[in-house]
């Protein structure tokens, strides 16, 4: 009886193995996991492409209603806004040309380019430098 119930076993085993495995061609084959990322990371740069245009043309807006403000302070103020957000869209421009160069390739550690770790990997120790 044992012989049968393992007999059994391993032919249900076997047939749901069977089921698993389909011949070539009849299944839609995946691809590779590196094409998958750099798919993914084309499609990140081109929402990037996008999102930066639309800020551009906010802050082109902002630079305009800024213009037209005729109380010195506040237009001032917008001035500033303006120039602050205008310091971040080139910022971003900046970061998606560098990673166009690179293929979008950004490794480990390379997010932000200005930490270097120190010896045997480790990041180097806090600036006392008041910011």
Do not use: C
Not at 90 to 98: A, E, F, L, S, Y
């Amino acid at each position: 009886m044992k012989y049968a119930s393992f007999f059994l076993a391993v032919l249900f085993l076997s047939a749901g193995l069977a089921a698993q495995t389909s011949t070539p061609g009849t299944t839609q084959e995946t691809p590779p996991p590196h094409h998958q990322h750099m798919m993914a990371m084309q499609q990140h740069m081109q929402e990037m492409k996008a999102q930066i245009a639309k800020m551009q043309a906010n802050v082109d807006q902002m630079k305009a209603n800024a213009a037209k403000i005729k109380d010195p302070a506040v237009r001032q103020q917008a001035d500033l806004d303006a120039q602050m957000w205008q310091m971040m869209v080139d910022h971003m421009q900046g970061m998606q040309q560098m990673m166009a160069e690179h293929g979008g390739m950004m490794g480990p550690g390379m997010h932000h380019p200005m930490h270097h770790p120190g010896p045997g990997g480790t990041p180097p120790p806090p600036s006392s430098e008041p910011q």
